[in-house]
């Protein structure tokens, strides 16, 4: 039995209308495209049924050589201050005029892999976790760190409304000068997600492509930390700075110790005489 292109969904047939599909045994008919795709590749059009064989792999491409450290990989936070970065976006005048401050948050910073950069609010911690792949670039962690910024400074059911997106992209103007649309149009409208959920990503992807370019033309500067070099110099200073300081509380401790046993000497002197006196006053009478 033949069965026309048309009554069956085989992307093949669609492709060429001139081709007809014959499906075997009782699915003859049937609208089973996998079947029907099946059988073009030569197969009995149980395909689905079968457990075939895995395509070799395409070779892997090689490796990307990075540049390491002592300590393994250099990663984005190991020059970029992202402590300094968000004390500056903290005194932004936009978190002002938010009903909650976000003067007390707390960073916990994380790496991972990849050229991404995430990041989480925890409202009723007042935290926010942030967590940047290796080869993230420095607009993404500080984009993201704004983005996690503003979901603290507003209540917990704004999440990416219209409100969160007008927040952020008067943020974005403040810390950076970067005009941008806070109701940018989703590239690809998504099924399950709000329109609003998905723009605010769209806002996000703006916003990172023009601070690149502000960061590559050297009109924004992001906080760097010092070089390892510079780093060890000041640990060195901060740890002898330390040392006298442990040295000088310990003759101040040692002092206060000699003091006290010799009150404690006085004071078993006279404990010592009272209970003689006492003694010799009980024996006389």
Not at 30 to 50: C, N, Q, S
Not at 179 to 203: C, E, K
Not at 253 to 274: F, I, N
Request: proline share 7%; charged share 25%; net charge positive.
């Amino acid at each position: 039995m033949t069965v026309n292109a048309l009554d069956v969904s085989c992307s093949s047939c669609e492709a060429a209308r001139g081709v007809q599909c014959t499906p075997r045994g009782d699915y003859a008919g049937e609208r089973i495209p996998h079947a029907v795709r099946d059988i073009h590749a030569g197969g009995t059009g149980y395909g689905f049924l079968e457990r075939k064989p895995r395509p070799p792999r395409a070779p892997s491409s090689p490796r990307r050589t990075r540049k390491r450290s002592s300590r393994g990989w250099i990663h984005p936070i190991d020059f970029c201050d992202v402590a300094k970065l968000l004390a500056a976006l903290k005194k932004l005048p936009v978190f002002r005029d938010t009903p909650h401050s976000v003067r007390n948050v707390k960073l916990d910073l994380g790496r991972g892999r990849g050229e991404w950069c995430s990041g989480r609010a925890f409202l009723r911690q007042h935290r926010l976790r942030l967590v940047v792949g290796e080869s993230a670039n420095g607009a993404q962690v500080a984009e993201v760190l704004l983005h996690e910024l503003v979901h603290l400074a507003l209540p917990s059911g704004v999440a990416h409304s219209s409100r969160f997106r007008l927040t952020l992209a008067r943020a974005a103007r403040e810390a950076w000068g970067i005009a941008v649309d806070p109701s940018p149009a989703p590239h690809a409208p998504s099924p399950t997600r709000p329109r609003g959920w998905i723009s605010a990503y769209v806002l996000d992807g703006l916003i990172q492509a023009d601070l690149l370019a502000l960061l590559a033309s050297g009109s924004v500067v992001l906080p760097m930390l010092p070089y390892r070099s510079e780093r060890k110099i000041a640990l060195a200073k901060l740890v002898e700075k330390r040392a006298e300081h442990a040295v000088r509380m310990l003759v101040t401790a040692e002092r206060r110790l000699k003091l006290a046993r010799s009150l404690e000497r006085k004071w078993k002197q006279k404990v010592s005489y009272y209970e003689r006196s006492a003694a010799k006053k009980g024996g006389s009478s």
